[in-house]
């Protein structure tokens, strides 16, 4: 047999080559079409009109809010396509608050659909909450618009206190009943204006013709150390003698414009003393209190409490019943007689509920305001003792 010589090989060698890469070009081209830049073209695709939102800010800085203060921003949404752009509500952070979205007949909806060309306004707004310190919250709405599906608005800033109060109670633990005090409070402000005073009262009317009150602007010095403070006052609370004795519970309402108006009530709480004094069984010294308790209608209840005098007034003093609530309080004042070397005279008050008497409820809570005893003493610096009472009559079946 006789072998094809080198030249009869390179020919069908070189045909069988072209051949095979033409298949192989064929079907690559078959299964991938071509693209610019590779010497081939991409088929066309269909191209329709298209919402595209366009929003100008999305970042809105409030600067410092008050706490408790409100603030509030408005974005504009437009559309850019040409087809209408359809937005709703999407989620917002917890102190985040967006409003219904802006009608132009002056309405709201949930939802909207912007013409090609038109906008809206998107109001985003905020309440200051917590102590205070940088926030940052957030407000999104969904779009039709395929490019942007959603859209984020974030708001951010600095939340201050309204005003600082220090401090923030009035507390005289031990006040004699024949001498005054005197007690100052700071109140420094951090609203767009410096505070204007307009009233400061006591408003526990029982007591309120002892206490004399007045307030005094703060200087520049005094608003050095508070950061961010816009203005601020001193409230004087002063008290003459002669209050009664017992517990001291007052509230001091102080009103003032910023320009908002503001209302603070700094509690005035302690006990008055003297030459009066009180001691018993049912007698709460921690409180203040005549605590009488549940009292069965049926049994009835006797106690005694007694009133202890001493100083130059004590002969002075015979106690004389001029208040009793409930009225079903029987209060009896027994003679006077000295203790030990006779410093100190001990006055007897026999307490009694009869059997048989209305039910009431004299707890000393919000709904059930506690009951009193009120004595005309005859002592020239305590002429008035309260004796808070607290109980309840109940009826037994």
């Given at each position: 047999?006789r072998?094809?010589n080198?030249?009869a090989?390179?020919?069908?060698?070189?045909?069988?080559g072209a051949?095979?890469g033409?298949?192989?070009?064929?079907l690559e081209?078959?299964?991938?079409?071509?693209r610019?830049g590779?010497?081939?073209?991409?088929?066309r695709r269909?191209t329709?009109?298209?919402?595209?939102?366009?929003?100008p800010e999305?970042?809105?800085?409030?600067g410092t809010?008050g706490?408790?203060?409100?603030?509030?921003?408005e974005?504009?949404?437009?559309?850019a396509?040409?087809?209408p752009l359809?937005?709703t509500?999407?989620?917002?952070?917890?102190?985040?608050?967006?409003?219904?979205?802006e009608e132009?007949?002056g309405?709201s909806?949930?939802a909207?659909i912007?013409?090609?060309?038109g906008?809206t306004?998107?109001?985003?707004?905020?309440r200051g909450?917590?102590?205070g310190g940088?926030f940052r919250?957030?407000?999104s709405?969904s779009t039709?618009?395929?490019?942007r599906p959603q859209?984020?608005?974030?708001v951010?800033g600095?939340v201050i206190?309204?005003?600082?109060?220090?401090p923030p109670?009035v507390?005289?633990?031990?006040l004699?009943?024949?001498?005054?005090a005197?007690a100052?409070?700071r109140?420094?402000?951090?609203g767009?204006e410096?505070?204007v005073?307009?009233?400061?009262?006591?408003?526990d009317?029982?007591?309120?013709q002892?206490?004399?009150?007045?307030?005094?602007?703060?200087g520049?010095a005094d608003?050095?150390?508070?950061t961010?403070?816009?203005?601020?006052?001193d409230?004087?609370?002063?008290?003459?003698?002669g209050?009664?004795?017992?517990?001291?519970?007052?509230t001091?309402?102080v009103?003032?414009?910023?320009?908002?108006?503001?209302?603070l009530d700094?509690?005035?709480e302690?006990?008055?003393?003297?030459d009066?004094?009180l001691?018993?069984?049912a007698?709460d010294?921690s409180?203040g209190?005549?605590?009488?308790?549940?009292?069965s209608s049926?049994?009835?209840?006797?106690?005694t409490l007694?009133l202890?005098?001493?100083g130059?007034?004590r002969?002075?003093?015979?106690?004389?019943?001029?208040?009793?609530l409930?009225a079903s309080?029987e209060v009896v004042?027994g003679?006077?007689r000295?203790?030990g070397?006779?410093?100190v005279?001990?006055i007897?008050l026999?307490i009694?509920?009869?059997?048989?008497v209305?039910?009431?409820?004299h707890?000393?809570t919000?709904q059930?305001?506690?009951g009193r005893?009120?004595?005309?003493t005859g002592?020239p610096d305590?002429p008035?003792?309260?004796?808070?009472?607290?109980?309840a009559?109940?009826?037994?079946e």
């Amino acid at each position: 047999m006789r072998l094809p010589n080198a030249w009869a090989v390179a020919v069908i060698a070189a045909c069988l080559g072209a051949a095979i890469g033409a298949g192989t070009a064929s079907l690559e081209a078959a299964l991938r079409p071509w693209r610019a830049g590779d010497f081939a073209a991409t088929p066309r695709r269909a191209t329709g009109a298209a919402p595209a939102v366009e929003v100008p800010e999305t970042l809105f800085n409030f600067g410092t809010v008050g706490v408790g203060g409100k603030g509030d921003h408005e974005f504009v949404i437009r559309n850019a396509g040409d087809a209408p752009l359809e937005i709703t509500r999407g989620a917002t952070s917890c102190s985040c608050t967006v409003s219904d979205f802006e009608e132009a007949d002056g309405g709201s909806a949930q939802a909207r659909i912007i013409p090609p060309g038109g906008s809206t306004k998107l109001r985003v707004q905020w309440r200051g909450k917590g102590d205070g310190g940088p926030f940052r919250q957030q407000a999104s709405v969904s779009t039709n618009d395929p490019r942007r599906p959603q859209v984020a608005f974030v708001v951010e800033g600095v939340v201050i206190p309204t005003y600082r109060v220090s401090p923030p109670i009035v507390t005289w633990p031990k006040l004699s009943a024949g001498e005054g005090a005197e007690a100052r409070v700071r109140v420094v402000t951090f609203g767009r204006e410096p505070p204007v005073v307009e009233s400061i009262i006591a408003r526990d009317d029982k007591t309120s013709q002892f206490y004399s009150l007045a307030s005094t602007p703060l200087g520049e010095a005094d608003l050095a150390t508070d950061t961010g403070a816009t203005g601020g006052f001193d409230v004087t609370v002063a008290v003459r003698s002669g209050l009664p004795l017992g517990p001291l519970r007052q509230t001091i309402q102080v009103v003032w414009r910023m320009p908002e108006e503001v209302s603070l009530d700094i509690p005035v709480e302690g006990s008055v003393t003297g030459d009066l004094a009180l001691a018993g069984a049912a007698w709460d010294a921690s409180y203040g209190f005549l605590s009488l308790d549940t009292v069965s209608s049926r049994k009835g209840l006797n106690t005694t409490l007694f009133l202890t005098v001493k100083g130059p007034h004590r002969q002075e003093v015979r106690p004389v019943i001029r208040e009793r609530l409930p009225a079903s309080l029987e209060v009896v004042v027994g003679e006077g007689r000295p203790v030990g070397s006779g410093n100190v005279i001990r006055i007897p008050l026999t307490i009694t509920i009869p059997p048989g008497v209305a039910p009431a409820n004299h707890m000393g809570t919000p709904q059930a305001p506690a009951g009193r005893i009120v004595l005309d003493t005859g002592h020239p610096d305590s002429p008035t003792l309260v004796i808070p009472v607290r109980v309840a009559i109940i009826e037994d079946e």
